[in-house]
């Protein structure tokens, strides 16, 4: 069942009969199987088109349609749930229509976090990407640019400086966090999860929740698994964003997979070309941003952004351009929807 709940409204039970526990242990089991053996691609494709579609038909469908008319809903997704992108559930024999295109749908840790004010964004720092002894990741310094230009004042953490200690030094001083590096959860140790920064040190979650307290607007984690929580408690506050808000941030974007590269770099270069200028709420701005990166074709995000797609584009064969500039190429939830939005 889903417990419904909001302001001049009387907390109303959604009775969810296809959501027993034993299917979903199932469901998410499967779903996490086919993850953590994601030796082809089209099969971990395959799963999160699964998992959505029957995200839709046992939860999200019957959620929304016991909620006509409601533009925002905060998902509170407990246990195995939490794992889930339910925003890109869907349902359609043809076209496919996913929640977000009714909704937006943000998430969140638990009740209390969900009542901080949202605070101006001026000031943003970004980190990254660090050296380290995992795979580079080329596009994660190219979205750097286009963070920065989204606001008057910035500050760089990059190579060598990315540390643990400096990232912590600095956080405190600035509205907005970027970190674009290599995360991970791990699989047994829920509190060594974190980011990679330089000197291969990790900012684990006992470093944030040890490392002061901070007071600004957004913090934004550019990199893999930012947001899953530990596979096998499945506890929403055991994540980054979960053990940020605690810390006093209003919101955080994190991911729930191993995001790819480039559609990540993509994303972040959307999100910042609308927030905070042309739009006030981040939450929409991702939801904008993963609309688009979903929908346009290669040709409109090269015009958008040629510092991230027209090396790509020099790279093909005359012949093959305009059948390349006519694709969807990041049209599969795997590249827009691994992205979610706690907090306010």
Request: charged share 15%; aromatic share 8%; glycine share 8%.
């Amino acid at each position: 069942m889903a417990l419904a709940a909001g302001a001049g409204r009387a907390p109303a039970v959604i009775w969810l009969p296809a959501l027993d526990e034993t299917v979903v242990h199932a469901r998410v089991s499967a779903y996490l199987d086919v993850y953590g053996d994601r030796t082809s691609g089209a099969a971990w494709q395959a799963a999160v088109d699964e998992i959505t579609q029957w995200s839709w038909e046992s939860m999200i469908g019957p959620v929304l349609a016991a909620l006509p008319g409601e533009e925002h809903l905060i998902l509170v997704p407990t246990q195995l749930l939490g794992l889930l992108p339910l925003h890109a559930a869907w349902h359609g024999t043809g076209a496919r229509h996913y929640a977000c295109d009714d909704v937006l749908l943000t998430y969140g840790a638990n009740i209390r976090l969900l009542h901080r004010e949202p605070r101006p964004a001026a000031t943003v720092l970004t980190v990254g990407p660090p050296p380290s002894t995992l795979a580079p990741l080329p596009y994660a310094s190219r979205e750097i640019p286009y963070v920065q230009a989204a606001f008057p004042r910035h500050r760089a953490l990059v190579d060598e400086a990315a540390t643990v200690g400096n990232v912590l030094a600095e956080a405190g001083r600035h509205d907005v966090l970027h970190l674009a590096c290599h995360g991970l959860t791990h699989p047994t140790e829920p509190l060594d999860s974190g980011l990679l920064l330089a000197g291969d040190q990790w900012l684990t979650l006992p470093r944030l929740l040890t490392g002061g307290e901070l007071r600004g607007r957004l913090a934004v984690l550019s990199a893999c698994e930012t947001a899953l929580a530990h596979p096998q408690s499945g506890d929403e506050a055991l994540t980054l964003p979960g053990v940020l808000l605690s810390t006093g941030l209003s919101g955080a974007i994190g991911s729930l997979w191993a995001v790819p590269d480039l559609s990540t770099a993509l994303l972040m270069a959307r999100f910042y070309s609308l927030w905070p200028g042309r739009e006030p709420s981040p939450a929409r701005a991702l939801r904008q941003a993963q609309r688009w990166l979903r929908d346009s074709t290669n040709a409109e995000k090269l015009a958008a952004f040629p510092g991230l797609l027209g090396d790509v584009f020099d790279a093909l064969p005359a012949a093959a351009r305009t059948l390349w500039g006519r694709a969807r190429q990041h049209a599969h939830p795997y590249h827009w929807a691994g992205f979610v939005y706690y907090g306010a």
